[in-house]
């Protein structure tokens, strides 16, 4: 259990969660003693499958507009009560005109895909900017393959076009992988994740979904219309189209600092049978922590010229694109570095 920026954690199996009048009433069975916390501390519980969490803490949570995430142990999304809808309707009608308007769709779209591959870019070229000889000319090379596909955005017009330029460039940044973890990873594996990076990466991603989803909740735009993923059964979509532009900076330099730096110890993942690689109970305490303390971070936001701590982020694109959806601004502005 861990309560990081207003975030209560659960990871252990067998633990269970009870509303006890104004507080979270922690309980396991191989532990004595009550463990308390205040409800007014707490605007998020995010538990790991296998943490039970009572009826009466959900529904209250669900009263006061504090929401409950169930992950999996590599903290893939599970399940999310988040109680009523809240905001403007009208905000809601306007996102769907503009999922409806092939031009409009088009041009956030573009946009989003634009944000991500230059924010590959700038963690390609901050490694290469770390190292030397044949490694740091491979780095410059597939951050200048990075270049052209921006480029090439400018011309795109149609969306399979654009999911094309955005599949492939994905494809090369992890084929490259290893250049950013030598000999750690070889690649993208996931469901299930083979290796140490692969896992982190896994769980980073997880939890960066679980916070691009409460923001764009929380603004009032419906997480399941996206405009590059578009709609699918069961996907948060428009969450996949804003976590594009966060993964680079926000999950990937993270997971490979932290790698670099030999911080992943073993104990942090184990092996199973069938060759995937899952976290720890005590690798996962270790993520949480660090991804708490990246939360803080302050990144410089280039396109409104002032720095916003990570944790703020999702809320800031979020409301962002709300503004361009009601007409305030003219376009989406992703989220990008300098």
């Not at 309707?89 to 308007?101: F, S, V």
């Not at 996206?226 to 996949?240: I, M």
């Not at 942090?268 to 993520?287: S, W």
């Not at 971070?297 to 709300?322: D, K, S, V, Y």
Request: net charge positive; proline share 5%; glycine share 8%.
């Amino acid at each position: 259990m861990t309560e990081l920026l207003r975030t209560l954690y659960v990871t252990t199996p067998g633990t269970s969660l009870h509303l006890d009048g104004d507080a979270v009433r922690i309980a396991h069975p191989d532990r004595t003693g009550r463990h308390l916390i205040p409800l007014v501390r707490i605007d998020h519980v995010v538990a790991w499958n296998g943490v039970d969490v009572s009826g009466d803490l959900i529904h209250r949570c669900a009263a006061d507009g504090r929401s409950v995430t169930w992950l999996t142990r590599n903290g893939k999304l599970l399940a999310r009560a988040t109680g009523p809808q809240t905001g403007n309707p009208m905000l809601r009608l306007a996102q769907y005109r503009c999922y409806d308007d092939a031009d409009r769709r088009m041009a956030i779209a573009r946009a989003i895909v634009a944000g991500k591959l230059h924010n590959y870019r700038q963690l390609l070229l901050r490694a290469a900017r770390d190292t030397f000889g044949d490694r740091c000319e491979d780095l410059r090379s597939l951050a200048a393959r990075h270049a052209d596909a921006l480029a090439d955005l400018a011309a795109v017009t149609d969306l399979d076009t654009l999911l094309g330029i955005e599949g492939r460039a994905a494809r090369d940044y992890f084929q490259g992988l290893d250049l950013l973890a030598p000999g750690v990873a070889a690649g993208r594996t996931r469901r299930p994740p083979r290796d140490p990076v692969n896992c982190l990466l896994s769980f980073g991603y997880g939890m960066l979904r679980v916070a691009v989803q409460g923001a764009l909740e929380q603004v009032g735009l419906d997480p399941y219309i996206g405009f590059l993923h578009g709609v699918r059964s069961g996907k948060p979509a428009l969450a996949l189209d804003l976590m594009e532009e966060f993964r680079a900076l926000l999950v990937d330099r993270l997971v490979l600092t932290l790698i670099n730096r030999r911080q992943l110890l073993p104990p942090h993942t184990e092996t199973l049978p069938a060759g995937a690689v899952q976290l720890t109970d005590e690798g996962r305490k270790f993520m949480l922590e660090q991804w708490s303390a990246a939360r803080e971070r302050e990144w410089p936001h280039a396109g409104l010229g002032r720095n916003i701590p990570a944790a703020l982020l999702p809320l800031t694109q979020a409301r962002l694109l709300a503004r361009h959806l009601r007409g305030s601004i003219d376009g989406y502005l992703p989220w990008t570095v300098t």
